[in-house]
């Protein structure tokens, strides 16, 4: 099984064969092709979350495969390198899931 978590390009999962004009759908195909987002540095909010007690929530983490591993492995990796996230220790955790997409990749969420 080959996982790719989130590296799937836009044009993967935007389709434009129902536009009938072919010059637009060329127009729009490159400008889906060349579009890299970017990615904010810093923002202004600040958030304060409140809650009823406190007893931290914890859910275990899921198993996943070994490719499934290597690819969230590789993602969180890319993340810590473009300061995306950050490593942290806490007693809160949720668990990571890999949603497949129609094409066979799966997205981290």
């Not at 536009?19 to 060329?26: D, F, L, M, Q």
């Amino acid at each position: 099984m080959h996982t790719q978590v989130y590296e799937a390009r836009i044009e993967d999962e935007i389709e434009v064969k129902h536009i009938t004009n072919p010059r637009i759908r060329k127009e729009l195909s490159e400008l889906i092709n060349n579009y890299i987002p970017k990615k904010t540095e810093t923002t202004n909010v600040s958030m304060r979350i409140i809650l009823k007690d406190d007893v931290p929530v914890y859910q275990p983490a899921r198993r996943l495969s070994f490719p499934e591993n290597q690819a969230v492995n590789k993602q969180i990796d890319e993340w810590l390198d473009q300061g995306i996230v950050r490593q942290s220790s806490s007693e809160y955790a949720s668990p990571i899931v890999l949603v497949k997409k129609k094409d066979g990749t799966a997205r981290l969420r």
